[in-house]
């Protein structure tokens, strides 16, 4: 069982790039996310889904994308990638149906990008 | 503006002693509170959570309390090991979260031998 998996898990980009962090997970579940980590900052939500085809933004959506077309798969990607992007990026899913717990959502091993 | 603050960037105890890690939130909507724990190089991961219907609750050496007039939490961990060493990141959400956290800044916390 391998919950949630992210790649790259590192990656060094140059300013104006693009690339995409993949993540996928096993466990059927509806919502997922994307999460930045920087210093000071805690984890702040970039864009989020409840389901294929549907997505939303978070808290910090801006230089990002993203799209759901499977229920397994949710990855982001940076259009033109910026300095202020270097961060670690995590993703998480969780179930829907037994109401909020937090013991439901699972969060990958994260990745770490560097832009320069 | 951080609506989940963690005031303590670090926090040092002996092995065997209490540790107890503060949380302030300012959004009164916020329902559900959950400490993770998180290890270099690693996801976090959950530890414990409390709704606020509640003002305790507790799961092994792990406790949290709420005090929701003050929009304060706290997470004690009795005895502290040094396995404990880890950042810990409280979370807020509100109603549904959709798998939406709003998380503090994290404290580090060094539990020495």
């Known amino acids: 069982n391998a919950g949630v998996t992210q790649t790259p898990k590192f990656q060094v980009l140059k300013t104006g790039q693009s690339m995409t962090l993949q993540c996928a997970q096993d466990?059927?579940?509806?919502?997922m996310s994307w999460y930045r980590q920087d210093p000071g900052m805690g984890l702040r939500l970039i864009h989020y889904s409840v389901g294929a085809g549907i997505t939303d933004q978070g808290e910090v959506p801006n230089g990002y994308n993203v799209s759901r077309s499977t229920t397994e798969d949710f990855p982001l990607r940076l259009l033109s990638a910026a300095p202020s992007q270097t961060s670690v990026y995590f993703c998480?899913?969780?179930?829907?149906?037994?109401?909020?717990?937090?013991?439901?959502?699972?969060f990958g091993e994260g990745s770490w990008l560097t832009v320069v | 503006d951080q609506q989940v603050k963690q005031n303590s960037p670090s926090l040092s105890v002996q092995e065997g002693r209490i540790s107890i890690l503060n949380c302030d939130y300012t959004?009164?909507?916020?329902?559900?509170f959950l400490w993770y724990k998180k290890y270099p190089a690693e996801g976090p991961t959950f530890l414990i959570s409390?709704?606020?219907?509640?003002d305790k609750n507790e799961d092994g050496r792990f406790t949290v309390f709420l005090n929701k007039s003050a929009k304060h939490l706290s997470l004690h961990i009795v005895p502290s090991q040094p396995g404990d060493s880890a950042v810990y990141f409280c979370?807020?959400?509100?109603?549904?979260?959709?798998?939406?956290?709003?998380f503090g800044q994290g404290t580090i916390l060094t539990v020495h031998p």
């Open positions: 959004n009164s909507m916020f329902d559900y």
């Open positions: 998480a899913s969780s179930y829907s149906g037994q109401g909020f717990g937090g013991n439901t959502i699972y």
């Open positions: 409390i709704s606020s219907i509640k």
């Open positions: 466990m059927n579940h509806e919502y």
């Open positions: 979370a807020a959400s509100e109603g549904t979260s959709y798998g939406k956290l709003t």
